[in-house]
């Protein structure tokens, strides 16, 4: 019998509750002609070797295409392993002079995936949405979102996948040199089935592509929000007033005002330690056209947010007769996960062969209900498996592709993972942002991947996926 590696089981364990035990075992993917046209639909080769360019010297101002190594994950379906290749892209920008406070488009051009149609099978027009990540360092950091249409050029089979854009906006926030580099990319395909193939950066960051040269602009940027429950109510009713982006730990004054003029209208309030709020307000003066947030005894506009319209109506109910003033409460729950099972039964690998053990992660369910302006992080982390007579398998061979879905009517949006390595040091599998008001109920799921060396020794390996809800 030819020897192989056996079924390899991942346990995980959640930081917070953790529901019933389950199997959700996932077979080998099946081969042959029936999956050679779903290839062609949405599978993609990665093209590897060849020699990387040097990375390109940013600049200022200059945009230069640049190549970096891709570590691509084919779907699941299409039963080809991970496969790593070269690709070139390029960062543009709509204003390479901004100032502090300013909107800046971004736009990533993948010239050249790393990709090409692996069947003889041709693509149709338009079937291919990217999505990306740009990187954003020096000055300021951050991780741009960019998207693309739903646009492409009919591939020929066996042809090459076609240069696609992506685009999306950052703020600048800091005055001086900031870079722009290439991210992790995903190509989703629709044709014949929904399939995604995501493209990782092999050894982050990318080159970098772009740079710009922020100007101070006279002043730091004021990103300090409040929103209110209500837009109007009766004289001595309290209005609800949450806000975002203000100085961890401050004092916040909420204020009525008539114009430029202050009403008698006033209520403080104390930031969290991310900048947050939410606090209540009673609005007495019937002069009150709106209201604002600010920090320290007086308004200032570069410490605070607002005015934001509210108006007064009626009298408020005292001293009418037939009339009861009802109120109520909205208590504040807690943030908690819970997972549908603690075990993941992986596919077999042949020894000799080696090549990308699959399975897939136990949904996890998270229930924001702490009505505040927080949003939540959810990161994992994974030992490295252990097998027969002392054999490993290190931590840097598990990936994952995360999944993250929002249920209807829940405040804040799911925004999933990057695709990528896993490893002891640990990535993101799921998180919302923060804003004015956030909370809902969420479900997780990811596909992994363990890439299994060729000779790696028979028998079963296991390892430990630790999950943690922030």
Not at 348 to 359: E, I, M, N, Q, Y
Not at 374 to 397: C, E, K, Q
Request: aromatic residues 4%; glycine residues 16%.
């Amino acid at each position: 019998m030819r020897p192989t590696v056996r079924r390899t089981a991942v346990r995980r364990t959640a930081a917070r509750r953790a529901g019933p035990r389950g199997t959700g075992a996932r077979g080998r993917p099946r081969t042959g002609r029936r999956w050679a046209a779903v290839l062609g639909a949405g599978a993609l080769i990665v093209t590897g070797g060849g020699v990387l360019a040097a990375p390109a010297q940013a600049m200022p101002t200059a945009s230069v295409p640049v190549d970096f190594p891709t570590h691509c994950i084919p779907p699941d379906i299409a039963g080809i392993p991970p496969i790593d290749g070269t690709t070139k892209a390029e960062i543009t920008v709509d204003n390479s002079a901004p100032e502090v406070g300013d909107t800046v488009t971004v736009t990533y051009t993948v010239v050249e995936p790393a990709a090409s149609n692996p069947v003889d099978l041709a693509l149709p027009a338009d079937i291919m949405t990217p999505t990306g990540k740009v990187a954003v360092g020096g000055a300021q950091t951050a991780s741009v979102t960019v998207a693309g249409p739903k646009k492409n050029a009919p591939v020929p089979g066996k042809g090459a996948f076609p240069s696609f854009s992506m685009t999306g906006t950052f703020k600048v926030t800091a005055p001086g040199r900031i870079t722009l580099s290439p991210g992790d990319y995903n190509i989703h395909t629709s044709y014949i089935m929904e399939l995604d193939t995501p493209c990782t950066v092999t050894n982050p960051p990318a080159p970098v592509s772009q740079t710009i040269i922020a100007t101070d602009g006279g002043g730091q940027v004021n990103e300090r929000t409040i929103r209110l429950g209500a837009a109007s109510g009766g004289a001595g009713e309290a209005v609800t007033v949450t806000g975002s982006k203000f100085t961890p730990g401050a004092t916040v004054t909420l204020a009525g005002r008539a114009g430029d003029t202050r009403t008698a209208d006033t209520a403080t309030v104390e930031a969290d330690g991310s900048g947050g709020f939410s606090g209540r307000l009673t609005v007495t003066d019937p002069a009150t056209t709106g209201i604002v947030a600010h920090e320290g005894n007086t308004w200032d506009p570069d410490r605070g947010a607002g005015p934001q319209p509210y108006t007064v109506t009626g009298g408020g109910g005292e001293g009418q007769k037939g009339s009861q003033r009802l109120g109520t409460s909205v208590e504040a729950g807690t943030l908690s996960m819970v997972q549908d099972g603690d075990a993941v039964e992986m596919s077999a690998v042949d020894f000799g062969r080696g090549g990308a053990s699959r399975g897939s992660l136990r949904t996890v369910t998270v229930e924001d209900f702490r009505g505040g302006p927080a949003g939540w992080s959810l990161t994992g982390r994974v030992t490295g498996f252990t097998g027969p007579g002392g054999a490993t398998i290190d931590a840097s061979a598990l990936g994952w592709t995360p999944v993250c879905a929002t249920r209807t009517g829940s405040p804040s949006t799911c925004a999933a993972g990057s695709a990528g390595t896993v490893g002891s040091g640990g990535a993101t599998l799921a998180s919302t942002p923060d804003g004015p008001l956030t909370g809902g109920v969420f479900t997780v799921d990811a596909r992994l991947a363990l890439d299994v060396p060729a000779y790696t020794a028979p028998g079963s390996y296991s390892g430990v996926l630790t999950l943690t809800l922030t």
